[in-house]
């Protein structure tokens, strides 16, 4: 399978602080996308990191890809209430459908 | 900014009727995709279309389930005969090419079976 698991499953911060998000996978991938879903909305590209680049940049956002371990993170700086939201990985390999896990849950107090 | 659009917003329907998704992706997207979340559940993979024809299908996707792209703008997810447990927000999204690129997501379609 080439879902990725986001750790932590909750987490919560006070409006300006950064938030960091994490993703195992197990397959080896083509490239690691982050996506994010506001409550019962549709699910919004973010970014996508390719499997041979190591980090990534896009506004306030940072992403990290290290292929040994598996592992990716997502860091959100200086956070604003608009980014309470659930954020969800999705490792992509060989396969075009994207398998999504059961995200974390960011909530932002202003 | 082109995006995905999906109708109806919200579908109430009784137990075995058939109900038609519909979906339009961006215009120059040749890959298409149905998804489906129940709620409290996570995204599950329903379909992915190309060329015309289903490319990959989950286990989900069983006889009651059908995808067309009946012309040159929509993609439709049909369910003939609708059950209790079809009851889910419905996502379409469409890329440019295939798996090395990020999928646009409609807004959903919220399903609710009677």
């Known amino acids: 399978s080439q879902q990725g698991e986001e750790d932590p499953q909750a987490l919560s911060i006070q409006e300006g602080e950064n938030a960091t998000m994490n993703c195992s996978y197990k397959?080896?991938?083509?490239?690691l996308q982050w996506y994010r879903q506001n409550s019962g909305r549709g699910l919004v590209h973010l970014i996508l990191?390719?499997?041979?680049?190591r980090e990534k940049h896009s506004g306030r956002l940072r992403v990290t890809l290290d292929t040994s371990k598996k592992s990716s993170s997502l860091l959100i700086t200086a956070s604003r209430a608009a980014d309470t939201a659930s954020y969800f990985c999705?490792?992509?390999?060989?396969?075009?459908?994207?398998?999504f896990g059961s995200g974390t849950q960011l909530t932002v107090l202003p | 900014e082109p995006e995905v659009t999906q109708t109806p917003s919200h579908q109430v329907t009784q137990m075995g009727q058939e109900v038609i998704l519909r979906c339009v992706p961006i215009?120059?997207?040749?890959?298409f995709y149905w998804y489906r979340q129940i709620l409290g559940q996570k995204v599950e993979f329903l379909v992915s279309f190309y060329n015309n024809e289903i490319s990959e299908k989950s286990e989900i996707f069983d006889d009651q389930f059908s995808v067309e792209r009946p012309d040159g703008s929509n993609f439709t997810l049909k369910i003939r005969s609708t059950k209790l447990e079809d009851s889910a927000m419905y996502f379409c999204?469409?890329?440019?090419?295939?798996?090395?690129?990020?999928?646009?997501f409609g807004p959903g379609t919220r399903l609710t079976v009677t």
């Open positions: 999705a490792p992509v390999g060989s396969a075009r459908q994207l398998t």
């Open positions: 397959t080896s991938i083509n490239n």
């Open positions: 215009s120059n997207h040749l890959y």
């Open positions: 990191i390719r499997s041979n680049e």
């Open positions: 999204a469409s890329t440019i090419a295939g798996q090395t690129y990020e999928q646009y």
